[in-house]
Nanobody, 121 residues
Framework: QVQLVESGGGLVQPGGSLRLSCAASGNIFSINGMGWYRQAPGKEREFLAS???????DYADSMKGRFSISRDNAKNTVYLQMNNLKPEDTAVYYC???????????????WGQGTQVTVSS
């Protein structure tokens, strides 16, 4: 079994910051890409950022400058630092990992259960 568990969400005032964490655990051989997505009420899930196992990052254009993704391979953990948060950032934030459970396996995408981020005064 593989689990991805997000943490760090909560209520923050506009202009504030949060750091989300997502730890992968279980039967894991290797993790390639890890990333963050979010879904606001009534909207589709949208890509925010991703990072490869060698640290190459990619961001949605709208997130550049405010959000920063990082990763600790030793802990199988990915982080999302979010600064200058706005009410429109309110959403459920999900982490994603593309991983293999054994040598030679093609790999598959796994998702966390999500963590709520609410930006409000």
């Amino acid at each position: 079994q593989v689990q991805l568990v997000e943490s760090g969400g909560g209520l923050v005032q506009p202009g504030g910051s949060l750091r989300l964490s997502c730890a992968a655990s279980g039967n894991i051989f290797s993790i390639n890409g890890m990333g963050w997505y979010r879904q606001a009420p009534g909207k589709e899930r949208e890509f925010l950022a991703s990072i490869t196992n060698i640290g190459i990052t990619d961001y949605a254009d709208s997130m550049k400058g405010r959000f920063s993704i990082s990763r600790d391979n030793a802990k199988n953990t990915v982080y999302l630092q979010m600064n200058n948060l706005k009410p429109e950032d309110t959403a459920v934030y999900y982490c994603n990992a593309f991983l293999s459970r054994r040598w030679g396996e093609r790999g598959a995408a796994y998702w966390g259960q999500g963590t709520q981020v609410t930006v409000s005064s």
